[in-house]
């Protein structure tokens, strides 16, 4: 005959963690920020320059360029830089500056003082060229 064994059985606990949901969330982040990041690279200001009819483009190698918006926005190098800190900001960049080129792009809607204390700013620095950054003229 059979030995009868009795009916009991022991349960396991499974002490694992559920990598899952920790995947998901780590993917879904990733996503977010390959989303985010040209926009917060591009963080520049979009002015619409003036058309010109004559003129020539500048060496961008030694040219610094300073954008102001017709907010009053003002960027240096393509980072933001508060009104009241332009001068400092244009002091770091432009120390020994006898020989690089400032050009200004400035909105149409502009106030022209706004251009004119860039301007004037960096003429104190002694930078060797100024320029206005303006819109070839399309014939």
């Known amino acids: ?9 022991r349960r396991r606990v499974f002490a694992e963690m559920n990598l899952v949901p920790l995947i998901d969330v780590s993917l ?7 989303v985010l990041t ?9 002015v619409k320059l003036p058309k010109a ?5 500048a060496a961008s190698d030694s040219a610094v360029t300073i954008q102001i918006s017709r907010t009053g926005a003002v960027t240096i190098e393509g980072v933001a830089v508060k009104w009241e800190k332009v001068e400092r900001e ?10 690089k080129t400032v050009l200004v792009q400035s909105d149409r809607l502009t106030p022209v003082e706004k251009v004119v204390t860039i301007l004037d700013f960096a003429k104190k620095l002694g930078v060797g060229k100024l320029g206005i950054g303006v819109t070839p003229d399309e014939k």
């Open 53 to 57: 009819s004559s003129g020539e483009p």
């Open 1 to 9: 005959m059979h030995a009868a064994t009795s009916g009991t059985k």
């Open 38 to 46: 040209p926009i917060l690279v591009n963080h520049q200001l979009t």
């Open 90 to 99: 244009m002091t770091l960049r432009l120390s020994k500056a006898a020989g």
């Open 28 to 34: 879904i982040l990733v996503i977010i920020f390959m």
